[in-house]
């Protein structure tokens, strides 16, 4: 009997106007966001490659001697990922480059942005298209299911024949959920048929893993709202109550909720300003000078002269200490700058669109997450770095073996090797995706909250349809 319902449920979606119109709608949502990434990716690519080999070039051009290689600040920049095509996550408004040597690390930026904050718009990635639009699609499908067949007097036929209501309400659920996987499913195979055709888009085997997943959690994502759907249709008389209550939830849950992010962390959490920066730099500058008066580096740290007995080391751990302070001091006012959006993102967590979103991000490896990962890889490359800059100057007999970035200290003491290096040999900075297992352990929370939901709502919708009067 379930297979009797469900197949009545699909063939009453099919040839409805609604179905019609919310393939065409989602289709065209597809295929322009397909033909919008693909121009944007490529042209995304030739600008990384460009920045990226100008880097590589300078870098190549300071192997003449191996203390300027040290101090070279590189430049790494945020390279364009095939799987924003599923969510860029905001991509756009985080820092896209890194300036560092292997002493200082500096303070990630973004083109003219000086601080970093949600968007207050999205760009159209299929994660939007389906937590935006397929969304109310699927309340359009599911706002009469119970009230409207009491209205139209076949709710009381089929409750006639002795059908158990639990399997009413099954078959329902799932000729709805098959009826909204045939927009889904055709507008995704038309996003990646013109992404693929593309030809600048290569996606690899473990993107396409990531890509079902991300696919497979919309299908739960849009569970809810059929659910939901079935909830307030089961509570309300008549259908025009219905989709009215449901439009007001969908508003709530889809937009209002997740634009609240944005405006509690500006409210909350103050953005650190750049003044401030400066003036814990400062500040910070200030106590090294006093622990230099107080002679804690060495008598005669950081004087040069032939009057005097240079004190080479205690130069060198001045100076060191003063790059790590600074390092320190950035290091504080970025994770100042990122509060606002993890505490905003973390405040609307009870949204099942954060919920998704959240969840796609860190499969996709896009957002916020990716941004910490980047960081963190960037920082791990500037260990390695340092450590191949030690092992290649203690090869060198002419070097005091003291790495401090300080031009006279090198060019008077020869506290770093300036001999010459290879290029093939330096270490090379590529950013490493997370494997499919590493990223469903940073979105397993937000998985269990949307089957939670999904959990909350049947058990909802089970009840009210129990005790629903059909008269």
């Known amino acids: 009997m379930i297979r009797q319902i469900i197949y009545r449920e699909i063939l009453e979606n099919l ?58 600040k590189q430049t790494i920049y945020r390279k364009p990922k095939a799987l924003a095509l599923c969510t860029e996550g905001f991509e756009k408004y985080f820092p896209n480059y890194f300036r560092f040597n292997i002493f200082s690390m500096y303070i990630p930026q973004v083109k003219n942005r000086g601080n970093f904050d949600l968007g207050r718009f999205s760009d159209m990635d299929l994660v939007f298209i389906i937590s935006l639009i397929m969304s109310f699609i699927a309340l359009i499908f599911t706002y009469d299911t119970i009230c409207g067949e009491r209205e139209a007097g076949t709710l009381r036929l089929i409750l006639a024949a002795s059908i158990h209501r639990h399997k009413i309400l099954l078959g329902k659920y799932i000729g709805v959920m098959l009826t909204l996987g045939i927009p889904l499913l055709l507008g995704l195979l038309v996003n990646l048929l013109i992404v693929i055709s593309s030809r600048d888009v290569i996606i690899n085997a473990g993107d396409w893993l990531k890509i079902l997943t991300i696919v497979l959690m919309s299908f739960l994502y849009l569970s809810i709202f059929v659910l939901l759907g079935m909830f307030v249709s089961s509570r309300t008389a008549h259908s025009a109550n219905s989709m009215v209550i449901l439009l007001l939830l969908w508003v709530g849950l889809v937009i209002l909720i997740p634009s609240f992010g944005r405006i509690i962390s500006d409210t909350a959490c103050e953005s650190p300003t ?61 994770n100042k700058m990122m509060a606002p959006v993890t505490f905003g993102r973390s405040f609307t ?16 490896g896009t957002g916020i997450s990716r941004f910490k990962n980047l960081h963190q890889q960037v920082k791990r ?12 100057d203690a090869e060198d007999p002419d070097s005091l073996h003291l790495l401090c970035d300080h031009s006279q200290a090198i060019s008077d003491w020869g506290v770093m090797s300036k001999k010459p290096i290879s290029f093939s040999t330096v270490p090379k900075f590529q950013e490493r995706d997370l494997a499919l297992g590493q990223s469903l352990k940073l979105a397993i929370w937000d998985i269990g909250l949307m089957a939670l939901f999904n959990l909350v709502f049947f058990v909802a919708a089970y009840v009210s349809f129990l005790k629903y009067d059909v008269r």
Do not use: M
């Open 15 to 72: 040839l409805s106007l609604r179905f019609i119109l919310s393939l065409l709608l989602a289709v065209s949502l597809f295929a322009t966001a397909g033909f919008v990434f693909a121009a944007k990716y490529k042209q995304e690519s030739q600008d990384y490659w460009k920045d990226t080999n100008e880097n590589l070039s300078n870098l190549s051009e300071q192997t003449k001697r191996l203390c300027d290689a040290a101090r070279y």
């Open 274 to 334: 750049e003044a401030q920066l400066q003036r814990r730099l400062t500040e910070v500058d200030q106590q090294i000078e006093d622990d230099l008066i107080s002679g804690k580096f060495g008598k005669n740290a950081g004087s040069f002269g032939s009057n005097i007995v240079e004190n080479p080391p205690g130069t060198a751990r001045l100076v060191n200490a003063r790059r790590q302070a600074g390092n320190q001091v950035r290091e504080d006012h970025l």
């Open 381 to 392: 490359y500037q260990q390695d770095l340092k450590e191949y800059v030690r092992g290649k």
């Open 349 to 364: 967590r009870f949204s099942p669109t954060v919920l998704y979103q959240c969840a796609s991000e860190a499969i996709a």
